[in-house]
């Protein structure tokens, strides 16, 4: 059955035709995602939701979308959607980091000269024939000081042009480098030489807990009289209160403002200040944008949902197409291998260790390590998934670490998990061959060569002779087939291991009588999902 995908809010229709000719449904009902109520009804029918910023993607509406498997933002910001709420249902949330930068920042740059020349007011005073020139005093830019705060792609764009202005431009962004400064022409600084120094002060940071009222009324002190706020990022950057009373002041001159507190803002104390140039969310809003976070939105999702490929997802490790094919059979490897000793573990898991082995080093390990995770949680948490997986690791407490080497045995390369927990340690190692299918190559330090069933036993047992003759014979006498059967020692008389691929679960009736066995150590049923 075909994908389907519904677009909440307004979107290209260059998308809708893109879902189409990659074998997705697609529903374009733009105006869905402002009527919370009709969304809550409908989501459950979806694969994916294609949104802007006008969808709230709630805990609740994730609640209700119970098929739901990508979240695909036609744009940058993402806080309008609960990322961890996303996650922990295993719904990937993606979004297009590159498509709009450019306009947005265009929009910075042409709300700083309305600000600074009132051209607004300017405009609306002359076409109301009042030609008022000694009202409208501006200032120039060239030689002013730019204060940027963040300077990733938007930010950097911004300083661009600003150095183009004949700007000093500054910048504050922990994650600047000294190098990308004086790639990009400008001073990097701390926040206070922002608010010390700057004429004019533009904001590009997203918006987290720890950007949420960057600009408020200790910032608003801190800065020179005179000075120009323009926020193109996101509304809740500053404390709209304390701007308004610094408006009211004369502290700040002027303010270009495109995001608002409370979205969409049809009433605001802003409205109709002196000098202050509101748009309604117009950053991204050219056709250049819109057409580039369509196009892209819609192949990201559509990759996805048809082709298992993820590229911009915040929450999970990117997937090209090209590598898609190649590290599928690896996925479904690390799954099992990492099902194998969650389902053998009772404890609680202190550390996991994986390392990557010749060939698997050099593929995308983020994916295998997720995947590893999710098969190690699965046992426990019935629909974790590779997006799920590491934050419920992290949640638990988990210790993960990863190792790469390069080849040093005889297979090409293999993935091998070593799970701590209190009172164990526990190892097993496995590789693909040119099958595809997955194979378990070591458990214990214990070398074999056992492929992967769907129902397994798996035993630890005493190396003794009569143990092919148990297993055999109770499974025998209950007509479940043994389709494979691996032994392993580490010496003769030591620690032994048995391993069956069964035709049919193992029935449960009799695993008592098996564990009475003084042969066996333990013994565990196992079940994989080898499918495809
Ligand atoms: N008005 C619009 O229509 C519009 C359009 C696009 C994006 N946006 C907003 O602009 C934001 C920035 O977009 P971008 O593409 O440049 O994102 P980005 O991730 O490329 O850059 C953000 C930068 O902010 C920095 N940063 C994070 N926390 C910081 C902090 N506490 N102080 C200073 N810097 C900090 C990061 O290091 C990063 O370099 C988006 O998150 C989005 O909310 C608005
Ligand atoms: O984060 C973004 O990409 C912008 O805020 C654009 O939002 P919009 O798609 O709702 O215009």
């Known amino acids: 059955m075909a994908p389907r995908v519904l677009v909440s809010d307004k979107l290209s229709p260059t998308a809708v035709q893109i879902f189409k000719d990659r074998g997705v449904e697609v529903d374009y009902l ?101 030609w008022e020139k000694n009202r409208f005093m501006g200032v120039e830019i060239t030689g002013k000081t730019l204060g940027v705060i963040g300077c990733g792609n938007i930010g950097s764009i911004v300083a ?39 004429d004019f002060i533009t904001l590009h940071t997203p918006m987290t807990d720890r950007t949420r009222g960057i600009i408020n009324k200790d910032a608003f002190a801190k800065m020179k009289d005179g000075v120009r706020i323009i926020n193109c990022a996101r509304g809740g950057l500053i404390v709209e209160a304390d701007l308004i009373e610094a408006l009211k ?26 000098n202050v140039v509101c748009t309604p969310h117009l950053g991204a809003s050219t056709s250049e944008a819109q057409e580039n976070v369509a196009l892209q939105v819609a192949e990201q999702m559509s990759d996805y949902l048809v082709k298992g490929a993820v590229s911009n997802a915040i929450n999970m490790p990117s997937i090209t197409a090209e590598e898609a094919p190649r590290l599928k059979p690896f996925i479904k490897l690390a799954e099992v ?11 609680p898991i202190q550390e996991v ?27 426990q948490v019935a629909d974790v998934n590779m997006v799920s997986a590491p934050i419920m690791a992290k949640e638990r407490g988990v210790i993960l670490s990863e190792v790469k080497r390069d080849k040093s045995g005889v297979f090409d390369g293999y993935i091998k998990l070593t799970v701590k927990t209190k009172s164990k340690t526990r190892t097993i190692a496995g590789t693909c061959f040119s099958d595809g299918k997955p194979r378990f190559i ?13 129902h397994m036993l798996y035993t630890t047992n005493a190396d003794v002779p009569g143990i092919i003759g148990l297993l055999g014979s109770i499974c025998g006498s209950k007509g479940v087939n043994i389709a494979n059967f691996q032994l392993g020692r580490n010496k003769p008389g030591g620690d032994a ?36």
């Open 353 to 379: 260790e994986i390392l990557f082995d010749g060939l698997t080093a050099e593929m995308n390990t983020r994916a295998l390590v997720s995947a590893t995770l999710a098969g190690l949680i699965r046992p």
């Open 30 to 130: 733009p105006d869905l995602g402002k009527d919370k109520e009709k969304l809550l009804e409908v989501i459950g029918q979806y694969d994916g939701l294609a949104i802007r910023s006008a969808t709230k993607v709630t805990e609740k509406l994730i609640a209700a979308a119970t098929n739901l498997k990508v979240v695909g933002r036609a744009g940058i910001g993402v806080d309008n959607v609960d990322i961890p709420a996303a996650s922990r249902r295993g719904i990937i949330v993606m979004n297009t980091p590159f498509g709009n930068s450019i306009t947005t920042a265009e929009h910075a740059i042409a709300l700083m000269f309305a600000v600074a020349r009132q051209l607004p007011e300017a405009n609306a005073s002359t076409h109301a024939g009042k």
């Open 442 to 454: 070591q458990i214990k330090g214990i070398n074999l060569d056992a492929e992967v069933g769907e």
């Open 160 to 198: 661009m042009r600003g150095v183009g202005l004949k700007m000093h431009v500054i910048a504050y962004d922990p994650f600047l480098s000294e190098g990308r400064a004086s790639e990009l022409g400008v001073e990097k600084v701390e926040l206070e030489d922002i608010f010390a120094r700057s």
């Open 497 to 532: 291991i048995a391993l069956l691929y069964l035709d049919a679960p193992f029935p449960q009736d009799v695993l008592a009588e098996l564990r009475a066995d003084p042969k066996i150590e333990s013994a565990k049923p196992l079940h994989f999902d080898v499918a495809a």
């Open 249 to 274: 002041s004369g502290k700040v001159a002027g303010a270009g403002i495109d995001v608002f507190e409370t979205e969409p803002a049809t009433d605001s104390p802003l409205f109709g200040m002196e």
């Open 337 to 347: 291998l990492g099902a194998f000793v969650g389902q053998v573990t009772e404890e």
